[in-house]
C-alpha cells in the first residue's frame, strides 16, 4: 500500500511569492495534518483537516492556509514568501481525527531565496 | 517553557553499547507518545509508541514511560552505526485532534 505521498519533493522560491505544496493521504484515510520543521528543529504543527473541515490550527499567520478535497488529498498553500519560511514541510494521514500514531510523508523541502 | 524537551546532543556511543535517550513534556494531560527517528534530510520515521506507564519493547528499542514524572525515554540495545540519526520524541495532546507536539530531537552518534 502507499503511504502518504507529498509533491513536489523540492521546491525554490523568492520573497514574496506564493506557493502550493500537495498531499495525498495513505488509501481510506480522511484526516491529514501539516507540519513545518525548520533546520535543527523538530516539526511545528500547521494544521489538521477532517472530512474537508479545518479541525485543528497550530500558531502560524494567515499566511499560511490550507484546504482538503473530496478525495482527502490536500493542499497548503503559503502567500508572501518570506526567508524564514524555509523548511521541511510534512504531511500526516490518519484515519479519524484522534488517531495515533501518525505517519509522514517524504515531505517537502522548500528554499526561500 | 518548553512543551517537550531533549537534550541536544551529540550522544557518542561505541558501537555494540546501549543508547539512552530522554525526553520530558509539560503537558500532564498529554496520552500519547512517539519516538521518531530522522536521518539527515529526510522526514521522522516512527519507530516507537507508548500509551501506558512502564516499559514497551520491540526488537532493539525499548521505549519507557512515566506519566507521574512527565517523563519518556528510549534505549537503544546493541547500537549500530546505521542507528546515528537525530531522534525526536513527540507527545500526542488530548482534545480530539491529533496534534504532536515534538522537540528539538537528539542526535545520536554511534562509532565502530
Known amino acids: 500500500d502507499a503511504g502518504v505521498t507529498q509533491s513536489p519533493t523540492h521546491l525554490i522560491k523568492t520573497r514574496g511569492q506564493q506557493v502550493t505544496l500537495r498531499c495525498s493521504p495513505i488509501?481510506?484515510?480522511?484526516?491529514v495534518s501539516w507540519y513545518q520543521q525548520v533546520l535543527g528543529q523538530g516539526p511545528q504543527f500547521i494544521f489538521q483537516?477532517?472530512?474537508?473541515?479545518?479541525?485543528g490550527r497550530g500558531n502560524f499567520p494567515d499566511r499560511f492556509s490550507a484546504r482538503q478535497f473530496p478525495n482527502y488529498s490536500s493542499e497548503l498553500n503559503v502567500n508572501a514568501l518570506l526567508l524564514g519560511d524555509s523548511a521541511l514541510y510534512l504531511c500526516?494521514?490518519?484515519?479519524?481525527?484522534?488517531?495515533?500514531?501518525?505517519?509522514f510523508g517524504d515531505g517537502t523541502r522548500l528554499s526561500i531565496l | 517553557q518548553k512543551e517537550v524537551e531533549q537534550n541536544s546532543g551529540p550522544l557518542s556511543v561505541p558501537e555494540g553499547a546501549i543508547a539512552s535517550l530522554n525526553c520530558t513534556y509539560s503537558?500532564?494531560?498529554?496520552?500519547?507518545f512517539f519516538w521518531y527517528r530522522q536521518y539527515s534530510g529526510k522526514s521522522p520515521e516512527l519507530i516507537m509508541s507508548?500509551?501506558?506507564?512502564g516499559d514497551k519493547e520491540d526488537g532493539r528499542f525499548t521505549a519507557q514511560l512515566n506519566k507521574a514524572s512527565q517523563y519518556v525515554s528510549l534505549l537503544i540495545r546493541d547500537s549500530q552505526p546505521s542507528d546515528s540519526a537525530t531522534y525526536l520524541c513527540?507527545?500526542?495532546?488530548?482534545?480530539?485532534?491529533?496534534?504532536?507536539?515534538f522537540g528539538a530531537g537528539t542526535r545520536l552518534a554511534v562509532h565502530p
Open positions: 488509501s481510506g484515510h480522511k484526516s
Open positions: 513527540a507527545v500526542g495532546l488530548s482534545g480530539g485532534y491529533n496534534k504532536l507536539i
Open positions: 500526516a494521514s490518519s484515519g479519524t481525527p484522534g488517531d495515533q500514531p501518525q505517519h
Open positions: 507508548i500509551y501506558s506507564n
Open positions: 483537516y477532517y472530512e474537508k473541515e479545518e479541525r
Open positions: 503537558d500532564r494531560g498529554s496520552q500519547s
